[in-house]
């Protein structure tokens, strides 16, 4: 018995100027994945763009449905991207942007699905993917892996 704390840890910058340019170039592409967002009911245009540790880089963007629930999150589109095109390929980092100011200031925040569905590519690949999360006016949090954003993650053991 008795009352535990788990603590997360992560970067905020109010800006990209403390970023470095291939930091920039990754939050770019994920701006650039939302203009082909299909996103006709929501309106709500997310991009993802992941950067391998090669330097070679690929694009996802939300994929809506009329059936609601068939609405496939940026961060999946992208990563089933990676799994297909580049499966030998490891993984550095992914960075998320949204067009909407329907959040405020704050950078969005993957869902809990995607955080899971993140973290089964971590674990398959054995190294931590760094991610961005990135708000329309800049601001920027950083996480060195999806396990800070999705404590108590589930896993086989
Ligand atoms: N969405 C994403 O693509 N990624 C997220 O991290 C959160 C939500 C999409 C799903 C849906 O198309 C729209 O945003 C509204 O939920």
Redesign the pocket.
């Known amino acids: 018995m008795g009352l535990k704390q788990k603590q997360i840890s992560y970067e905020s910058h109010d800006s990209l100027q403390g970023l470095t340019e291939s930091e920039k170039a990754l939050i770019q592409e994920s701006r650039d994945a939302f203009e082909d967002a299909y ?1 006709p ?2 309106e ?1 245009r ?1 991009g993802a763009a992941i950067l391998f540790e090669d330097g070679t880089s690929l694009k996802g963007a ?1 994929q ?1 449905n009329a059936s609601y629930p068939l ?1 496939n ?3 999946q589109v992208a990563l089933n991207h990676a799994a297909m095109a580049h499966s030998k390929k490891t993984i550095k980092s992914m960075a ?1 942007a949204v067009d909407s100011k329907k959040l405020g200031e704050n950078p ?4 809990g699905a ?1 955080r899971q569905i993140i973290l089964e590519y971590e674990q398959k690949q054995k190294s931590p993917i760094k991610i961005y999360l990135v708000s329309y006016t800049d601001k920027v949090f950083i996480f060195d892996s999806i396990k800070q954003l999705l404590p108590f993650y589930f896993e086989f053991s």
């Open positions: 996103a009911y929501s709500f997310v939300n809506e609405c999150c940026a961060e998320i969005i925040s993957p869902c995607c």
